[in-house]
């Protein structure tokens, strides 16, 4: 196929175009020298006119090209590659939670990191860790903070931030950022709440649970509310763990929020639980859809707590661990250390927020012997 003629275009010096009749378009060009007459000749397309490339922006770019204003096309794409290449040796805040990501696949909360980077650390996702400030820090907390994000919120955002940082300094990605221009100071975050229900409430608990349709996913919040197990250890539970014979359930490692498996009680109360619930086609006791680890319980949580009246800032299945561990402190019968191996606790100082509970029920108890002294050393004295 014969290419089209090169036409010289008559208004414009240094500009040419050729005509394509099968697609109706013209290719522009332009020739140009830089650095005088004895410079070489430099000859490149600088687009269609079905891109909207016309014979006076054609004229326009050649004499950006001959001032030096803009690179030819050869050198520019050169230097686009060493930019790329240069870019590749750079490591991003991006780059190092790509790493980071990499090095830890089965992390639990790997889910809601990914959140967390997205929500509130994608606005640093470009730059190097020694670009990043602690004025930069301040602006995200500002900016959480504004939005009416929560205290823990935040601190959580910045504590992956933390981690990230860290990774990519053991990694040898990034030097250890320098105090002097870059402290993530989190925000203070009371976490010593502690919920406990009052007999009121927990009746109408139970008769919420006992209205509830799906009496197996009821079961979930029975066995919390009688066990004080944390929610992933819940979600996580297979029969296998149920050990009938002993009267033990087993808490699997993988799900535990310290990665160790641990063990507690079958109580009468959890054995009746257990026992209540229909079987499926699951390894789970409380499997979700095609019979998979359950990964949702809100729905049946929200659904309870509006029933049962609870208050609005009860944790349907949190709340249950800590009025569960409220309860056994608040009988003063029951020492701390056994409740941090019920609650599996991995120090005894996540236990304490219980000890004035269980103080408060001891003077109680002591104070029953104020009343034995009556009005002795009160009275008149009798010789």
Sequence with gaps: MQKAKREKSAKYAGVYYRFDEKAKERTYYIMYRQGGRGAKLIEEPVGKSSSGMTEAKASMIRADRMRGKELPNTERRKEEAQAKAADKERWTLQRIWDAYQRAHPEHKSRATDISRF????????????????TN???????????????PATIRNALALLSAIINFGVQRGYCKSPDPSILIIKKPRVDNQKTEMLSDEELSRLVQALDAEEDQDAASLIRLALVTGMRKGALLALKWEDCDFVRSIIT???????????????????????????????????????DGKQRTDYRRIARR??????????????????HNYASRLASTGEVD???????????????TQRYAHLRDETLMKAASLVDGMLGDFGHGEHHE
């Design 118 to 133: 997205n929500h509130y650390l994608s606005v640093l996702a470009h730059r190097m860790v020694a670009d990043i400030s």
């Design 336 to 350: 701390l250390y056994t409740i941090q191996k019920l609650l599996t606790h991995s120090s005894p100082q996540m």
């Design 136 to 150: 930069d820090i301040d602006q995200i907390r500002l900016e959480a903070a504004k939005s009416g994000k929560k």
């Design 304 to 321: 309870v707590k509006r029933v049962a009246a609870l208050p609005e800032d009860f944790r349907p299945l949190h709340g249950l661990r």
């Design 251 to 289: 808490l699997r490692g993988e799900a535990a929020k310290k990665g160790k498996t641990e063990h507690i009680p079958m109580t009468t109360a959890a054995r009746s639980v257990l026992e209540s619930i229909h079987k499926q086609n699951s390894p789970y006791v409380f499997p979700g859809r």
